[in-house]
């Protein structure tokens, strides 16, 4: 019987169920239990564990360290070096040209490269 999650242990309870149920079929009673469980926990997780805003120069940075670049390779995204160096030393927000083209050439999400707490 499905109920709501409203504490650590039923969330660890759910999560339980949720492995259990872990590859159901789609439109059985398991594959529905599973779908609805899943709705449950991500509402818990969303109100418990909420994900802190985005933070663009880490995610630039992480990036980075993927494609094995340097801070040169981000000139032809972001634009002469002074321009980086200030993006990356956290004295200038990024343009919204720049964080285009972060997002296509570097493949950065737009969520990970618009900065909520600045209103980017």
């Not at 999560?15 to 159901?24: A, F, N, V, Y």
């Not at 439109?27 to 709705?39: N, Q």
């Not at 818990?44 to 933070?55: A, I, L, Q, R």
């Amino acid at each position: 019987m499905i109920k709501p999650i409203r504490d650590k242990k039923s969330y660890n309870q759910a999560l339980k169920r949720i492995e259990s149920l872990w590859g159901s079929e789609i439109g059985t009673p398991e594959g529905d239990e599973l779908d609805v469980l899943m709705i449950l926990v991500e509402a818990y997780e969303d109100n418990h564990y909420p994900m802190p805003p985005s933070d663009p120069v880490e995610a630039i940075l992480f990036r980075m360290e993927q494609m094995d670049l340097r801070r040169k390779d981000l000139e032809a995204f972001m634009g002469p070096k002074s321009r980086v160096s200030d993006v990356l030393n956290r004295k200038r927000r990024l343009s919204m040209n720049q964080i285009v083209k972060l997002h296509y050439g570097m493949g950065i999400p737009y969520e990970s490269l618009i900065d909520e707490s600045l209103g980017a």
